[in-house]
Nanobody
Framework: QVQLVESGGGSVQPGGSLRLSCSVS??????????MGWFRQAPGKAREGVASISTGGGSIYYADSVKGRFTISQDNAKNTLYLQMNSLKPDDTAMYYC??????????????????WGQGTQVTVSS
């Protein structure tokens, strides 16, 4: 059974930075993990994709709203996914979720079907 555990959330002032981490534990023999990504959901809003990355790192996708401010990366040896968030804005306030895609197509875009999810970590940007 695969588990994803996020950490690193918190409260920060506008313009500040945070680094989220997602630790992957367990293993599934059923299918290959093609992608990992970060998604977020603010109160009263639909969940949206933030950034995603293929297992080999060759494909990376960002939402337009975070391009140039957020950076997704991974350490496959440590089974950990990261999201470096700089120049944070109040609109970035949300619960951030780590997700993985096992099986299916190799497409890792933010509209792809991610099928394994963490419990989330809260990010609050406020003065």
């Amino acid at each position: 059974q695969v588990q994803l555990v996020e950490s690193g959330g918190g409260s920060v002032q506008p313009g500040g930075s945070l680094r989220l981490s997602c630790s992957v534990s367990g293993y599934t023999y059923r299918s290959y993990r093609y992608c990992m990504g970060w998604f977020r959901q603010a109160p009263g809003k639909a969940r949206e994709g933030v950034a995603s990355i293929s297992t080999g790192g060759g494909s990376i996708y960002y939402a337009d709203s975070v391009k140039g401010r957020f950076t997704i990366s991974q350490d496959n040896a440590k089974n950990t996914l990261y999201l470096q968030m700089n120049s944070l804005k109040p609109d970035d306030t949300a619960m951030y979720y780590c997700a993985a895609k096992y099986g299916g197509s190799a497409y890792c875009g933010l509209t792809s079907e991610y099928n394994t999810w963490g419990q989330g970590t809260q990010v609050t940007v406020s003065s």
